[in-house]
């Protein structure tokens, strides 16, 4: 007989009753009093008649036409966090500055006050991880005029220029670290230090000069 992974976990939750559940949960690292089995659905997310990313246009993939963002948030100690935006023509950043929490009401009124002065033509859409602190996409829609795509479940490499951008910047913001303490000043030195770096796929041209080129186009 061969007993799966899956098995031993439902026969340890099912059976187990009183105290010996109440330990059990104390014992396990996800401290869990229920088995939510692999591959099961939740009914309750909130990304159910969302935008997926099969359906973002063809002109994304090519970096051809300006204007499609990609975002994510870099967690630190104590459930701290930066979101973070990038341009996939020009790899331009923005920093988020998320001081008390990443909610969706944070998340949402953050991305709105950094991106809202951008011409219409540079935010055409913004794609993001299946995270819940973009549940108030459909604001962000609304006020940006942009709509909002998601990526697969646990496919990141679907946002590659942000998860490269994402490796620059902890070099500023190390992993374990409290990143609370960075304040919006600081998180635009670190922004413009990034946009102002040379990159060898611009043709060693930096993220300022080549948003300057798409602002002076139009």
Request: glycine fraction near 6%; include cysteine.
């Amino acid at each position: 007989m061969q007993i799966s992974h899956e098995t031993i976990y439902r026969a340890l939750y099912v059976q187990t009753r009183g105290t010996l559940r109440a330990d059990l949960a104390k014992q396990l690292s996800t401290g869990r009093t229920k088995r939510v089995p692999h591959g099961s659905t939740r009914s309750s997310s909130p990304y159910t008649d969302a935008f997926r990313i099969s359906e973002r246009p063809a002109e994304v993939a090519d970096r051809a036409v300006p204007g499609h963002w990609e975002g994510d948030l870099i967690i630190g100690a104590h459930g701290t966090a930066i979101g973070t935006l990038v341009e996939r023509t020009s790899r331009f950043v923005l920093l988020l500055h998320l001081p008390g929490d990443h909610t969706a009401d944070t998340v949402a009124t953050s991305m709105i006050a950094a991106m809202k002065d951008l011409p219409v033509h540079l935010r055409r859409s913004i794609t993001w991880d299946r995270g819940t602190e973009l549940a108030d996409y459909r604001r962000i829609t609304a006020e940006l005029n942009a709509p909002v795509f998601f990526c697969d479940p646990h496919s990141p490499w679907q946002r590659g220029s942000n998860e490269n951008t994402n490796r620059l910047l902890r070099h500023w913001f190390e992993k374990g670290s409290d990143l609370s303490v960075h304040d919006p000043a600081e998180l635009r030195r670190v922004q413009n230090a990034l946009n102002h770096r040379p990159r060898p796929t611009l043709d060693m041209a930096t993220p300022t000069q080549r948003l300057a080129e798409l602002l002076a186009a139009a």
